[in-house]
């Protein structure tokens, strides 16, 4: 791959907006939790809904979703940008668990952390992953559903946060 199409690649990518996610865990491999913007369903049929989460190969996020075989995904709230960027490591936090200590957390029905105030949270047990190059492909069945009394979500788009916005219709 050439530099050149890396740089348009992002740059492309970028003008994309996502809503941010908190995927957190918490078991045997212990209480972790990162920052992702790459988190979409998957399906809403079959046995349980499913969505899918990308995180990076050296992630140790990542890596204990995997060990622990659970995870919750946390869309967060438009006020919640402190949060993403305290799980993102841009905010000195100490080691992973003590990034729970600042923000409120709830214990899901599998014992995973969902976040207070989020706009959704998804309780999921891992289904599979597949590692295709720098990141983890997680597909997550989901088992619970927690939604908040706001549906204001946190996105994130041309390399800042952003938020959603109505448009009238046109005319």
């Known amino acids: ?7 348009q690649f992002l ?4 003008r994309a907006a996502t809503f941010v996610t908190v995927a957190t865990t918490d078991g045997e491999a212990g209480r972790f939790g990162v920052t992702v913007s790459s ?8 046995d349980h809904p ?6 990076h190969h050296l992630s140790p996020a990542g ?3 995997l060990r622990n075989r659970a995870f919750c ?22 080691d992973h668990a003590a990034r729970f200590a ?21 309780e999921c047990r891992v289904a599979t992953s597949v590692l ?25 788009g041309q390399r800042a946060y952003r938020r959603a916005v109505h448009l009238a219709a046109a005319t």
């Open 102 to 122: 600042g923000a409120p957390w709830l214990e899901s029905p599998l014992g995973q952390p969902m976040l207070e105030g989020a706009t959704v949270s998804f």
């Open 50 to 55: 499913s969505l899918l989460a990308c995180i």
């Open 63 to 65: 890596a204990a979703i």
């Open 11 to 14: 740059e492309g990518m970028s």
């Open 73 to 94: 995904a946390n869309l967060l709230h438009e006020d919640q940008q402190a949060v993403s960027d305290l799980f993102a490591g841009r905010l000195a936090a100490g």
């Open 132 to 156: 295709w190059e720098t990141h983890h492909i997680i597909v997550g069945q989901v088992t619970a559903v927690r939604l908040s009394e706001s549906p204001a979500a946190l996105l994130y």
């Open 1 to 7: 791959m050439t530099a050149d199409l890396r740089m």
């Open 39 to 46: 988190l979409t369903s998957v399906s809403a049929d079959g």
